[in-house]
């Protein structure tokens, strides 16, 4: 098995998951029950600005995951300096998920999370991805309700 490495930062990564979370959005966009315009008509940008937005009340962690020399997938998480944090977005790219990288992609943000004192942790979850619930079950999230919405 080739090795597999991390690379480790915040904002300045962000430019480096474009690729990975294009293919997330997509996988979301095909997925979606609802909203497929609105994952076909997001854009990396506005995802970026979002995240860059949460570094003026908090931090964000980005992880991007290789093995080898090939980029397997990103997580990114964030806190808001009081106690409230998120896994904003992970992904790992097919080829690569028997490497059991999103496991160690969310222990390293749990443990990034746990010792900037975060208590209350939330995962947003697109409905249609629903497939996901049990990954995050083992981590002891558990499905807290079901937010609806309405774009105009």
């Given at each position: ?68 020399n090939k980029k397997a997938g990103h997580c990114v998480s964030s806190h808001n300096n009081n106690g409230k944090g998120e896994i904003e977005t992970l992904y790992i790219k097919n080829e690569f998920r028997k490497y059991g990288l999103g496991k ?49």
């Open positions: 098995m080739e090795a597999i490495n991390i690379k480790k930062g915040g904002v300045e990564l962000l430019n480096e998951i474009k690729e990975t979370w294009e293919m997330l959005n997509k996988h979301h966009e095909e997925k979606s029950l609802n909203f497929k315009d609105r994952f076909a008509n997001f854009n990396f940008h506005e995802r970026e600005k979002d995240l860059i937005k949460k570094t003026e009340k908090g931090e964000i962690l980005v992880l991007i995951p290789f093995i080898g160690l992609m969310m222990e390293k943000s749990l443990n990034w999370l746990k010792e900037s004192n975060v208590n209350n942790i939330d995962i947003l979850v697109a409905a249609g991805n629903e497939e996901v619930l049990p990954f995050y079950e083992r981590f002891g999230f558990k499905n807290a309700g079901i937010k609806v919405k309405k774009i105009l």
